[in-house]
């Protein structure tokens, strides 16, 4: 069946360096890919998504790129700010169904 | 554009007891409403699935008897915990889907049992 495999548990980085949480996928489908941002006590707000391979997809500092011949979907950031701290979820789509999320990576961001 | 709302944002109820909460899709035509719960410390878990027009597919460890869902039409689904207990609680989200890409989720409503 289809899955979603993040970067696990909990990503610390010092303000100003780089950020990559990495997203591998399964899928017998053509797919839609998500990242979603997941503040404390807010509900998940969409990021960025792609169903275009190799097409960089940016969106509020962050991007991503879908390699479909390797099924992934990491999220950068070239400078890391203390604001990006938050629950960070990749989830895909895939044709007539729902939304299949992973298991979300927290990221901080520390001075 | 397209937006989703979701009623009550917060509730708490007493254990033993039932609460209904309702999604609303504003700007767009909810063909299918997916139901998930974020337990805590946890990711979204898929509790069912709803298409107009169809017979609503429950995830495994999700059924009907515990989590009635209504949709009767392109703009509006509810979703019931029947006598909720401590482990019913979290954050239950509604994404509404218009064709076949991307899912809008409301808000969600926080779901407390004492």
């Known amino acids: 069946g289809d899955s979603v495999t993040q970067t696990e548990g909990l990503v610390t980085l010092t303000e100003g360096l780089p950020v990559m949480l990495n997203c591998t996928y399964q899928?017998?489908?053509?797919?839609?890919l998500f990242w979603y941002v997941q503040h404390l006590n807010e509900a998940p707000k969409l990021l960025l998504k792609?169903?275009?391979?190799?097409k960089r997809t940016e969106h509020q500092g962050f991007h991503a790129t879908l390699h479909k011949s390797s099924s992934s979907f990491h999220l950068q950031k070239s400078s890391a700010q203390l604001s990006d701290s938050a629950l960070y979820y990749c989830?895909?789509?895939?044709?007539?169904?729902?939304?299949?999320f992973g298991t979300g990576t927290k990221l901080q961001v520390v001075p | 554009g397209a937006l989703v709302y979701q009623y009550p944002r917060r509730t708490i109820c007493k254990s033993g007891t039932s609460m209904r909460m309702e999604c609303q899709a504003v700007?767009?035509?909810?063909?299918?409403v997916a139901w998930y719960r974020q337990s805590p410390q946890k990711t979204f878990e898929l509790i069912a699935l709803?298409?107009?027009?169809?017979?609503?597919?429950?995830e495994q460890n999700f059924t009907q008897e515990k989590f009635p869902i209504s949709h009767p039409n392109l703009s509006f689904s509810s979703m019931t915990v029947l006598n909720a207990y401590l482990e019913d609680r979290g954050l239950y989200l509604c994404?509404?889907?218009?064709?076949?890409?991307?899912?809008?989720f409301g808000p969600g409503t926080r779901l407390l049992v004492l």
């Open positions: 989830a895909l789509i895939n044709s007539g169904t729902y939304q299949r």
């Open positions: 899928t017998a489908y053509s797919t839609f």
């Open positions: 792609s169903s275009t391979d190799n």
């Open positions: 700007g767009f035509q909810a063909t299918s």
């Open positions: 709803s298409t107009v027009n169809s017979a609503i597919k429950y």
């Open positions: 994404g509404a889907r218009e064709g076949k890409d991307t899912q809008y």
